[in-house]
């Protein structure tokens, strides 16, 4: 009777300490490995990588629009969001935050490129910025309209200036 106790006894501590010792390797680490990170140059046609920037959640840098993907962000989804919404500056953080704007605010700065640590949650090998960090992205402005243009001239009457 009891070496049968001692033996089941046994075996259900080994259960358990296989048990936590799996559970204790599955930690998943996708947010913070310490791979290379490596920003798409040219994540659309006519877009380019600007840097890493600083954010922080009281003072965006980019305030125009944005969305958090469930774990599907790239800089690539990010930039095809923002041209489609016409906006010239795109930005990643957090590994799922895409944010778009015209502008750059004041309170972002340019850091380090390595301060963009977290890999996109959709692309492990792409920086999707930080902890109040943003990976950004711009597009030249589209050409600006030129205004009223001069009229060269009709019938022989040419333009001679403008005359007080
Ligand atoms: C890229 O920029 C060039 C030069 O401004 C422009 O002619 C072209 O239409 C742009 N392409 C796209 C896809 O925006």
Not at 68 to 95: F, L, P, Q, R
Request: aromatic share 10%.
């Amino acid at each position: 009777m009891a070496p049968t106790i001692v033996t089941s006894a046994l075996a259900a501590l080994l259960l358990i300490c296989s048990a936590s010792f799996t559970s204790a390797t599955v930690h998943h680490h996708h947010h913070y490995e310490k791979r290379a990170l490596t920003p798409p140059a040219a994540p659309a046609t006519n877009w380019t990588y600007l840097g890493c920037y600083t954010d922080s959640v009281g003072a965006r840098g980019l305030t125009s629009a944005g969305y958090n993907s469930g774990d599907s962000m790239t800089n690539e989804a990010c930039v095809s969001y923002c041209a489609g919404k016409n906006y010239i500056y795109a930005g990643t953080e957090y590994a799922g935050e895409c944010y778009c704007g015209n502008k750059i605010q004041t309170t972002s700065t340019l850091d380090d490129d390595s301060t963009c640590n977290m890999a996109c949650n959709g692309d492990a090998t792409e920086p999707c910025g930080g902890s109040n960090r943003l990976t950004v992205y711009s597009t030249p402005p589209p050409a600006q309209d030129p205004g009223p243009f001069i009229n060269p001239g009709v019938d022989g009457y040419h333009y001679q200036g403008c005359y007080r």
